[in-house]
C-alpha cells in the first residue's frame, strides 16, 4: 500500500523557517515525481512545488527564492521554507505523480498523498 508521511510542521514567525519532510513506501519512489500543495483554511488548495525524478525544480510564484524542494535516496523529500511569511499559513501536503499525466490542481488529484502537516506563520 502506498503512503506518504508529512512531518516538520510547525508556529514559527514570519522570518522564519521550516523544514518540512516526506517520506515515502509502497510505490517506486525514485521513479516518481514529488511535490507540495497547501490549504489554508477557506482557501483554494494551491500548487507550490514540485522536483521530477530526474531532480528538476518549479515552484509557484510566490514561493520563488524562499522555499526550496529536494529528494534523496532514503525515499524522502524536503521544502525547506525560508523567510516565512504569514500568508504561507497553510497545512501543506506531499504528493505523488506516478507515470504518465499531470500536475493537479489539488493533492488528492495526484496518484498518492498524504495527511498533511500544519504549518503557522505569526507576524
Known amino acids: 500500500e502506498a503512503q506518504l508521511v508529512e512531518s516538520g510542521g510547525g508556529s514559527v514567525q514570519a522570518g522564519g523557517s521550516l523544514r518540512l519532510s516526506c517520506t515515502a513506501s509502497?510505490?517506486?519512489?525514485?521513479?516518481?515525481?514529488m511535490g507540495w500543495y497547501r490549504q489554508a483554511p477557506g482557501n483554494e488548495c494551491q500548487w507550490v512545488s514540485t522536483?521530477?525524478?530526474?531532480?528538476?525544480t518549479h515552484y509557484k510564484d510566490a514561493v520563488k527564492g524562499r522555499f526550496t524542494i529536494s529528494r534523496d535516496n532514503s525515499n524522502t523529500v524536503y521544502l525547506q521554507m525560508d523567510n516565512l511569511k504569514s500568508e504561507d499559513t497553510a497545512v501543506y501536503y506531499c504528493?505523488?505523480?506516478?507515470?504518465?499525466?499531470?500536475?493537479?490542481?489539488?493533492?488528492?488529484?495526484?496518484?498518492?498523498w498524504g495527511k498533511g502537516t500544519l504549518v503557522t506563520i505569526s507576524s
Open positions: 504528493a505523488a505523480l506516478v507515470g504518465s499525466g499531470s500536475w493537479s490542481p489539488c493533492y488528492y488529484g495526484m496518484s498518492y
Open positions: 509502497g510505490f517506486a519512489f525514485n521513479g516518481a515525481d
Open positions: 522536483i521530477t525524478e530526474f531532480g528538476a
